[in-house]
Each structure stands twice: as structure tokens, then as C-alpha cells.
């Protein structure tokens, strides 16, 4: 069974660009959570989504910053015209459907350095 | 006041040494409580978790829950060199969103 994974796990993106980050959840898996990890930074929530839904975005940036998690295909995390600051690590993790919502398996993120 | 609290370190110690890592919070809302290990540059792993007070046990690692101080902790019993990582606490209320809050994070290298 494989794991969550994420793509790209590096991306490089110029001041002003958009950087676009993919998560696939585990088989079975139907809630997916964005992380971002800053350097020196623990791990900040940031989105919680069910297909087609979002449930929790309480922890994303007002602008620039979307999710999505449509019926088909990985949960998408977008961030438009980028800046320094958005250079962080973003994890995403799922959790199974009807079992213990407690436990989140994480992937290995996409590393996002801005130019 | 920050929701979760760890001590960053870092912290070093002997191979076969003890490890005692700790975190406080400050909600009494919350009351599932997890310990991740994240190896560098990798995505963080679920090594325990708990949602009551006292102690639960894994092997070489025991999480404790004192709810009535707000404080968690992981023991590694006979720490080995490939313990050194970096250990989250994360913590979740019940009744609100599946979120977690993370503390920190400290990293910990086991010397051979």
C-alpha cells in the first residue's frame, strides 16, 4: 500500500510566478491536511479538506493561497504570485474514512524555494 | 501564550542513554496527544498516540499524559544512532477541526 505522496518534491519558483503542489492520499484515505514547515519552524496547520469540500481553512493566508481537493485526482495546494517568504517546506497528510480520525500519515512534502 | 510548547534543543546524548522530551500546552480542550519522529528532509512519522491520561508503552518508547498539568512526554529507553531525528509533539481538541498543533520540534542526535 503506498504511502501519501507528493510531487514535486522540489519546486523553484522566481519572485511572482505561481507554484502548484500536488498530494495523493493513501488508498482508502478521503481527508487531506496541508502543513507548512517555515526553517527553525514547527509544523502550522494550514487547510483541511474532504473530496469536493473544504472543512477547515483557518490556517491558509487570505491571499494568494488556495486548496482544493476535487472527485478525481489529487488534492491540489496553489500559491500565486509567490514571494520570499513562501520558501518552506508544505506537507500534506491523509486519514482513513470511517476509522479513527486521530492519525495522520504525512508525505514527504514538496520543497518550495523562491528566487 | 502558544498552544503547544517545546523545547527546540538541541539535545544530545551517549548511545544506550535515556531520553526524556517534553512538551506543555495550554488548552485544556485538547486531548489527543501524538509524538512524531521526522528524519531529516523527510515527512514527519507517527510513532505514538494517546488521548488519556497516564502512560502507554511501544517497545523502547513510553508516552505519558498528565492532563491535569498540561504536560506530555516521550521516553526512548537505550537510545540508538538511528533515534536522531527531530521529535514533534502534536496535539488535537476534541469537537473542533481534525487539526493538529504542532510544537517545534527537537532535534536529538545519539552519539555511537
Known amino acids: 500500500n503506498a504511502g501519501v505522496m507528493q510531487n514535486p518534491r522540489h519546486l523553484v519558483r522566481r519572485r511572482g510566478q505561481e507554484a502548484r503542489l500536488r498530494c495523493s492520499p493513501m488508498?482508502?484515505?478521503?481527508?487531506v491536511y496541508w502543513y507548512r514547515q517555515l526553517p527553525e519552524e514547527g509544523l502550522k496547520f494550514m487547510v483541511y479538506l474532504q473530496k469536493e469540500n473544504i472543512i477547515d481553512e483557518s490556517g491558509m493566508p487570505k491571499e494568494r493561497f488556495s486548496a482544493e481537493f476535487p472527485k478525481e485526482g489529487p488534492s491540489i495546494l496553489r500559491i500565486q504570485q509567490v514571494v520570499r517568504g513562501d520558501s518552506a517546506a508544505y506537507f500534506c497528510a491523509s486519514s482513513p474514512t470511517g476509522r479513527s480520525l486521530h492519525e495522520q500519515f504525512f508525505g514527504p512534502g514538496t520543497r518550495l524555494t523562491v528566487l | 501564550q502558544k498552544e503547544v510548547e517545546q523545547d527546540p534543543g538541541p539535545l544530545s546524548v551517549p548511545e544506550g542513554a535515556i531520553v526524556s522530551l517534553n512538551c506543555t500546552y495550554s488548552?485544556?480542550?485538547?486531548?489527543?496527544f501524538m509524538w512524531y519522529r521526522q528524519y531529516s528532509r523527510k515527512g514527519p512519522e507517527l510513532l505514538m498516540y494517546t488521548y488519556s491520561s497516564g502512560n502507554k508503552e511501544d517497545g523502547r518508547f513510553t508516552a505519558q499524559v498528565d492532563k491535569s498539568s498540561k504536560y506530555i512526554s516521550l521516553f526512548i529507553r537505550d537510545s540508538q544512532p538511528s533515534d536522531s531525528a527531530t521529535y514533534l509533539c502534536a496535539i488535537r481538541q476534541t469537537g473542533g477541526s481534525e487539526k493538529l498543533v504542532f510544537g517545534k520540534g527537537m532535534k536529538l542526535t545519539v552519539n555511537p
Open positions: 488548552n485544556s480542550a485538547f486531548q489527543y
Open positions: 488508498k482508502g484515505h478521503s481527508h
